[in-house]
């Protein structure tokens, strides 16, 4: 698929990010100055150029964008794989009404690219399961994402 570049998400990638979907998250890292790639579930869409995501308040995440704010976020979905690039600031070191220590993080996009290869499509999105109690999960991921849709932010 020939390279789209956009500087927002599009309407659909902006609706698939109104709800937890598995995304990896590239830094740079303070320490080694190479690349550093994480697996992060809580990811929201605020508008169509920003995304806010919630991390361990000890993630080395927090480190490696207060040094570099440059990241990418890479995104399986709608039939491709995209690449947003973007620059990160820290929110808040802790979220409020969650019990974990979670920081928050914005993402001011950049740009919006297909990064599919040629002539294919993705026909099965990648899923994950928690594996710790059900119960407790959906209740944790429900605090989470609403701490991240606050508007006082």
Known sequence: MAETVAESLSEELYQILQQEHFVTLG????????????????????DKKTIRFAVDSRSRIIS??????????????????????????????????????????????ESVRDIMFYGSRISVEPRYEKTYNQKAAAKLD????????????
């Open 27 to 46: 830094t740079v890292d303070h320490e080694s100055k190479g690349p550093s790639l994480n697996a992060i579930s809580w990811a929201l869409a605020i």
């Open 64 to 109: 490696n964008v207060q040094r570099n704010p440059q990241v990418v976020v890479n995104l399986i979905g709608a039939g491709s794989t995209y690449s947003i690039n973007g620059k990160a600031s820290l929110l808040t070191e802790k979220l409020e009404d969650v019990p974990l220590k979670l920081a928050m993080i914005n993402i001011d996009i």
């Open 142 to 153: 429900q605090q989470v994402m609403t701490a991240l849709r606050n508007e006082n932010i």
